[in-house]
């Protein structure tokens, strides 16, 4: 399968900035919050260090989890706070909600029998936090919580899935939640039904162990995106029909010079700056990434298209990624311990083409009052451009 080259391609092999996590952890998950980019560490240090988004000096790290820190996520208003809040699942079977002023876990909820966490996400509003479990016997759970009385769950539904269950997603401005699970399947549940056989809403089975997936808002309704153990990437409709079933290592690019491989999917970020709604960052064996795209992917057929590739940064296995729009900066970290800032070039598609968004621009003078803000001079914002 081929892969078209972007009329906007560009190679970059020259990081913005670079920093390092101790002890040679792989970096797992990347988020965003406020002044910070936070990176969460493999076993055995499972801390979270948190870097300032210039320069990423370290500037702060959390304990993280006793076993093993499964995921970072940002969420505005958890329980009504009227902050972002740093939230992150672990195997010691916490759901923690950081202060990260006071480096003090705020909340904890804790998951019956301990059972090991793999992924959490809170509802739109904040009052709701969801989590799931890996498989503990012959049990994987979807566990909530209400945050302002985190004690014990709300609820626990134990028939959704059969296996670990690797995702949970709420929708932007839904009750529902998408899960995803090594049992092959992937469901829309109702969040506030305490019934279980009521909660779930709709059920799509791939039949093959699914280990990421998300929301899209590329269209009228939402669709999702799935990725497998093999490399396999889905795409599917809002009741959870298959659309879209590929190889994500098929796609490749060998034109005039310029070469592309595919060796795996790092993870897909759900975005208004394309027209699919969708940006696929895909990696390669040695340590670079790229950033494909496919305007038709309810057509099977459709081509991909490359726009960026980041070279020569990582060493090996690029674990986590993070498309930080805000400040158009893209965040990777691996395998080799590493957490890069790389610049992303402006997109060309059907919805970007001949248009400029001032956040996208070096000299733009909201960007500089932002980091002026954050006390970094003109000077030290130009030369890291």
């Known amino acids: 399968m081929s892969l078209l080259c972007s009329p906007s391609w560009r190679s970059i092999d020259k990081p913005l900035s670079s920093a390092s996590l101790p002890c040679s952890n792989y970096v797992l998950s990347l988020t965003s919050l406020g002044n910070f980019y936070a990176a969460s560490a493999s076993s055995p240090s499972n801390k979270i260090t948190l870097f300032d988004k210039i320069g990423l000096r370290a500037v702060q790290t959390l304990p993280g989890h006793e076993e093993a820190t499964t995921y970072l996520r940002t969420i505005y208003g958890l329980g009504g706070s009227t902050q972002n809040t740093l939230l992150s699942s672990g195997k010691d079977g916490c759901v923690k909600a950081w202060d990260e002023r006071s480096g003090m876990v705020s909340i904890q909820m804790m998951a019956s029998g301990r059972h090991p966490l793999l992924c959490c996400d809170a509802s739109s509003d904040g ?222 598609s059907p919805n970007t083409q001949g248009e400029r968004d001032d956040t996208m621009q070096i000299d733009s003078p909201k960007l500089k009052r932002e980091w002026q803000d954050m006390d970094i001079s003109e000077d030290a914002f130009v030369s890291l451009f």
């Open 127 to 348: 009052f709701l936090v969801a989590a799931g479990t890996a498989l503990l016997g012959e049990d994987a759970f979807i566990l909530y919580w209400d945050p302002r009385n985190p004690a014990a769950p709300l609820r626990v539904h134990g028939s959704t899935h059969s296996d670990d269950i690797t995702a949970t997603h709420f929708g932007r401005t839904t009750n529902l939640l998408f899960s995803a699970s090594s049992d092959g399947l992937i469901s829309l549940s109702d969040a506030r039904e305490v019934d279980e056989d009521e909660a779930v809403t709709h059920v799509g089975n791939w039949g093959c162990s699914v280990s990421q997936g998300g929301w899209v808002y590329g269209s009228n309704e939402p669709h999702f995106w799935t990725a497998s153990d093999m490399e396999t990437f889905g795409y599917w409709s809002s009741e959870l029909d298959r659309l879209h079933d590929t190889d994500i290592r098929n796609p490749s690019l060998h034109n005039q010079g310029q070469t592309w491989v595919t060796d795996y999917l790092i993870d897909c970020h759900c975005t208004q700056k394309l027209e699919s709604g969708l940006a696929v960052f895909v990696g390669s064996n040695e340590g670079d990434a790229a950033l494909i795209t496919n305007s038709h992917l309810s057509q099977p057929a459709a081509p991909w298209t490359i726009h960026s590739v980041w070279t020569g940064g990582h060493v090996g296995i690029v674990r986590s990624i993070l498309w930080d729009e805000h400040h158009n900066v893209l965040v990777t970290g691996g395998e080799d311990s590493k957490v890069l800032t790389w610049r992303i070039p402006e997109l060309c």
